[in-house]
């Protein structure tokens, strides 16, 4: 049973307001179709405004070189004993305004052109603390150690 099943559909138009306009409600009024072709027309859109669909079939012209991402190019290497993380910021960055932020299994980048940011996923568990940030060739580069692996065996109880 769901919260639907439970009384009158809800009005989108109030929760559009009540929300904000962030959220992609043509999507959300589309969520139960049988047809899913609308998701895939969603995601070529989506692409085709971020520059990594759209060919020249699309309407839109492209020239080698003339779309610039705002994303910062982002690798994550496990080692024996500790996670080196490289990111390359985008083009034409002033390396001051962009902020890093580490948990104990991502590391985001904050600050990036239109208040966008962007997340890593990091191999393997690390201690966030540790985190180290060097500027070498042109990118940073994080080593983070570790966190142990808690391999340790305990028995399991099972109640009458």
Not at 17 to 37: A, E, F, M, R, T
Not at 39 to 56: Q, R
Not at 81 to 91: E, G, L
Not at 108 to 119: D, F, N, Q
Request: charged share 25%.
């Amino acid at each position: 049973m769901s919260f639907f099943d439970e009384g009158p559909l809800p009005n989108w138009s109030a929760i559009r307001n009540l929300i904000g306009k962030d959220l992609p409600w043509d999507l959300i009024k589309q969520w139960n179709h049988k047809d899913d072709s609308w998701l895939n027309e969603y995601i070529s859109k989506l692409a085709v405004g971020t520059g990594g669909g759209g060919g020249a079939g699309e309407g839109k012209a492209e020239r080698p070189g003339a779309t610039v991402s705002a994303i910062p190019q982002m690798e994550a290497r496990k080692e024996p004993k500790r996670v080196v993380a490289t990111i390359k910021p985008p083009p034409g960055m002033n390396r001051r305004d962009i902020r890093l932020h580490a948990t104990a299994d991502c590391l985001r980048v904050s600050g990036l052109p239109g208040a966008a940011t962007a997340s890593l996923k990091l191999p393997c568990l690390v201690v966030p603390r540790s985190g180290r940030v060097t500027w070498k060739n042109g990118k940073w580069v994080v080593v983070f150690r570790r966190r142990p692996s808690r391999q340790g065996e305990v028995e399991l109880f099972v109640g009458e």
